[in-house]
């Protein structure tokens, strides 16, 4: 890949995970239906994990495995295994909080029988 | 040493995956394992807080890689203390909370205690560990344990107090990560002490970039003023003992949290001075908030707020005094705002919405809870003799030697205010005529046992506060001495 | 109105972490002049002491194996609150929800493809040390082959009993190994079984031992999560 | 050059899929928008180096997530406003 394009590459890769995490804040922060809500904070968490891993790719570098007949120096040429093995991690307690988030809306609807915040205000925000 | 700090996430752990196999065996073991565990959790963090005092910070390998590479717990006289204290209290938890579930069914009971018990490691977890990420999980951990139990009764509210909750959580997590992955870009470490020694070589703009991230997430869970949202929601629509634990478990653990990242990883000037506006600000929109609440639960749910601002205040001061301050006002806000919930739940115990007025005329009814009551809310205001006395004399002692005449007034009139709204309740509890419709249900055996060792306590540290202000001194000493603590875990040799 | 405020103070934080960001730059090694970062460390011991192909299995479960332990408790406290949060009293529990009930061709498909899944899924988890996957990967293959089997087949269950012993054992596998780490004179989670030569099946000492574990757990918990909130 | 239109191409995939899936009112095409987000993040993990978290993420983001929003929607209702048109299958 040519550095010129690259450059662009960098302002593209992070400026997309940022947007989408404001594109998520602001569906969560917005929207009405808690569906919604739910919706925006896992889209948080997809340009969150995608930062993360971009944060630190290495231009040219290989994944993190060595194969059958490494070469010594080959780990100078390897991406940083490290926030992948955070975002691993990340992900997987990402689902654990949406799994009891959508637990919780079906409980809101088994009382209320309307997914509206401004129906369901019991309690002051 | 009868054992090491990793025995704390270990154990639990293992019971936890132990409860549901047990259960199948005699169900009443569900209810009594995270007892013994936490009986078992208390001696060995009584013995181990012994031996710190006499012999220096324990440092724990995990995994055999010594810090920089691999997690490492590190119980020093100050995490100890913090870690002593919870599990106390979540023994008297556990204890008031032992048999009041009888009319629960047998499945969510089976639950409550493992989420309760799992409430705590999360907790003794953020305390005890070493490394920022491994921080982040715990506080998943706690999370996810305090969104169960908030929702736990199905008849209330409770499901939208949780959904406040969970929806705060999960910004706070994204937050934190963020933040986080700034400093791993940039030092290429996750370990806290290693952050601290390196952290001279990063830009102040990320610096200050990742701690407004650190502060926004913690202050999340740490209710400091603008996101604390979820607080008197929760407070409120959760059980009573649950309440308790986050006031005195999880509100603390992530105080120190945010303790942690001021006084020991960044070397930010201007932090202190955040944390007294923090502070204040949180200190005064709370009780300004406590003094028009009509509910009982979410009163104190703001004046739990308001007491957090005040810690924020006293850890401001930068000094050890205000640092020891700072510890003595957790401990008692651990120990009085819990015999508050627990003896103010049986006070409402038979209305549904939980307003002030129903407790009226209690006292004839429910003696020695109402007297309880009124003691945390004697002591809380910080009138002499009782232990809440000590720690806003220290605030005091504090500001003055770092010439806040402006805070000390502040100070003096807040708690101005806490005496109106406290003394309103124990004014309608003893001095009204009951309402004939309200019924009252008497405490059981172990609730009352769990009131009156609290009870205790708050008078016996009233009348001797020396008890603690010597573990509190050298934990205090111990923080501002931050370049012990990264020499410490560093020159670890395995 | 709120919409607008909301708006700037997204387009606030958006450029405050953005122009973070771009300062810190894409493509290129990060840290600071002057740091060692511990990845560095993490490439070298994996192929010389642990033995592992796979480096980001080696950190997940050995360097950083106190994070899984907490991450497996995630899930499972999960699943626990989704049981406390959706219960219901025993004789309100209906009829399985159903999405859609399924055709000939998509009844017999899935029963076509169920060992399939559940045949890659376990050799994504056991072969975690040398290739890409491992335990939360395979675990979740196999969790999906598990959905596509009560989504096509109204009456097929999974015992929740057996899914909670199987959740339970292999929890107790995994923080029995660290705590057999810490009898064994070493630390929590440290290895203790003989290491093995490189990119060999039975290599990486307790990494594989540990991976299968939370392999069996995680199926065990995602299919209690989707079982849970199917009814 | 191939790589850097195909990035291109999927990060602006991905943004208005995003935008989508905040916008639109029937809440079963926002999910699925969701789930097109996750997979075009695991295919971008793949080429930023990542396969582990990419295996990871078109497990968990793309089956299980979504199913299970599905099954919420199932359980509540399919569109953002109107309350009375709730989600029924054909059931033969």
């Known amino acids: 890949m040519d550095n010129t394009l690259f450059e662009y590459l960098d302002y593209a890769v992070y400026g997309t995970a940022i947007l989408v995490m404001a594109i998520g804040l602001y569906g969560a922060l917005v929207k009405k239906s808690l569906l919604k809500i739910v919706i925006g904070l896992s889209i948080i968490d997809s340009g969150l994990n995608f930062l993360i891993v971009a944060l630190n790719y290495y231009k040219g570098g290989t994944a993190p495995i060595f194969s059958q007949g490494y070469l010594d120096g080959s780990t100078k040429l390897m991406v940083d295994p490290v926030p992948q093995a955070l975002v691993l991690t990340a992900i997987v307690i990402g689902f654990g909080v949406t799994a009891v988030a959508l637990s919780l809306v079906i409980r809101l609807y088994r009382h209320h029988h309307t997914l509206n915040i401004d129906q369901i205000k019991d309690l002051k925000w | 040493m009868v054992g090491t700090p990793v025995l704390f996430v270990a154990i639990p752990l293992m019971a936890a995956f132990l409860i549901p196999l047990l259960g199948m065996i005699w169900k009443e073991l569900v209810r009594i394992v995270p007892g013994l565990v936490l009986i078992y959790l208390l001696i060995l963090a009584v013995n181990l807080l012994n031996y710190v005092m006499v012999h220096g910070p324990i440092v724990e390998v995990i995994a055999g890689w010594a810090p920089p590479i691999g997690i490492n717990l590190v119980f020093s006289t100050f995490s100890g203390f913090l870690v002593t204290l919870m599990v106390f209290l979540g023994l008297l938890i556990w204890l008031y909370s032992y ?69 705060l959580g999960s910004l706070a997590s994204a937050f934190l990560l963020l933040a986080i992955m700034i400093i791993y870009s940039q ?77 020991t990883i960044f070397d930010l000037t201007g932090t202190y001075d955040l944390l007294i506006i923090l502070g204040m600000i949180t200190l005064i929109i709370a009780e300004v908030l406590a003094i028009r609440q009509e509910k009982l639960k979410r009163m104190l749910a703001y004046s739990s707020i308001g007491q957090m601002g005040l810690v924020f205040v006293a850890f401001g001061f930068g000094t050890e005094e205000g640092v020891f301050a700072a510890l003595f006002l957790m401990f008692n806000h651990a120990i009085i705002k819990s015999l508050l919930f627990f003896s103010g739940s049986y006070l409402v115990y038979n209305s549904k919405e939980k307003y002030i007025r129903e407790t009226n005329g209690m006292a004839k009814y429910l003696p020695l809870t109402s007297f309880l009551f009124a003691l945390g809310a004697f002591s809380i205001v910080g009138l002499p003799p009782f232990a809440g006395f000590w720690s806003k004399l220290a605030v005091l002692t504090a500001a003055a030697d770092s010439n806040m005449i402006l805070i000390m007034t502040l100070v003096l009139m807040v708690s101005v205010v806490e005496l109106v709204y406290y003394m309103r309740v124990v004014n309608r509890v003893y001095f009204f005529k009951k309402d004939e419709n309200m019924e009252t249900t008497r405490p059981t055996y172990n609730g009352m046992l769990a009131m009156l060792v609290l009870g205790a306590i708050i008078i016996v540290i009233g009348f001797y506060p020396d008890a603690v202000t010597g573990i509190l001194h050298k934990a205090s000493a111990e923080l501002m001495d931050k370049s012990h603590y990264i020499k410490e875990v560093l020159t670890l040799n395995k | 109105m709120k919409k607008v405020l909301i708006i700037l103070l997204l387009a606030v934080v958006g450029y405050f972490t953005a122009s973070t960001f771009f300062d810190i730059g894409f493509g290129q090694q990060p840290f600071v002049e002057g740091v060692k970062p511990v990845k560095d460390v993490y490439l070298d011991k994996t192929v010389s002491t642990l033995k592992v192909a796979n480096t980001v299995t080696s950190i997940v479960v050995n360097f950083r194996g106190f994070d899984t332990l907490g991450e497996v408790t995630v899930l499972f406290l999960a699943v626990t609150a ?24 998509v009844t017999s498909g899935s029963k076509l493809l169920f060992p399939a899944i559940v045949l890659l ?94 392999g069996f757990k995680v199926t065990a918990e995602l299919t209690g999560v989707i079982y849970t909130v199917l009814h | 050059m191939i790589y850097f239109i195909l990035i291109i191409f999927l990060l602006l995939l991905m943004i208005g899929a995003a935008i989508y899936a905040v916008n639109q009112k029937d809440l079963l095409y926002a999910v699925i928008a969701t789930g097109i987000i996750s997979l075009i993040l695991s295919i971008l993990f793949y080429l930023l180096q990542a396969p582990d978290v990419a295996l990871t993420e078109a497990a968990i983001g793309v089956a299980l997530t979504t199913i299970i929003f599905i099954i919420t929607i199932r359980n509540t209702v399919r569109y953002e406003e109107e309350e009375k048109t709730k989600f029924k299958s054909e059931v033969k």
């Open chain 3, 82 to 105: 989704l049981g406390s949060i959706l219960y219901k009293k025993r004789h309100q529990v209906g009829e399985r929800s159903v999405l859609f009930s399924a055709s000939k061709i």
């Open chain 2, 187 to 263: 030092l290429g470490t996750l370990n806290m002490a290693d952050i601290a020694s390196k952290i001279h070589l990063m830009k102040p703009g990320y610096k200050i970039a990742s701690m407004i991230f650190f502060i926004t997430a913690l202050g999340i869970e740490a209710e400091i003023f603008p996101l604390n949202g979820w607080a008197p929601d929760a407070y409120s629509e959760a059980p009573g003992p649950v309440g308790a634990a986050f006031a005195g478990i999880v509100v603390k653990a992530s105080v120190y949290a945010i303790i942690r990242y001021t006084y």
């Open chain 2, 99 to 167: 048999r009041f579930k009888r009319n629960v069914d047998y499945e969510p009971a089976k639950k409550y205690f493992l989420l309760l018990m799992m409430l705590i490691t999360g907790s003794v977890g953020i305390v005890l560990t070493g490394d920022i990420f491994n921080m982040f999980v715990f506080i998943e951990i706690t999370g996810i344990s305090g969104y169960a139990l908030t929702a736990f009764y199905t008849g209330r509210n409770s499901a939208e107090a949780s959904f406040k909750y969970i929806f």
């Open chain 3, 121 to 214: 899924g376990a050799y994504v988890f056991i072969h975690g040390h040398l290739s890409p996957g491992g335990g939360f990967q395979g675990g979740v293959i196999i969790a999906t082959g598990f959905l596509l089997m009560l989504l096509a087949y109204e009456n097929f269950s999974v015992g929740h009993t057996g899914l909670s012993i199987i959740e339970s054992l292999a929890g107790i596998t995994f923080a029995g190994v660290g705590l057999l780490g810490m009898i064994n004179g070493g630390t929590f989670l440290e290895n203790f079984l003989p290491t093995g030569v490189l990119n060999d099946l039975f290599s990486g000492g307790v990494i594989p031992i540990i991976y299968i574990a939370v």
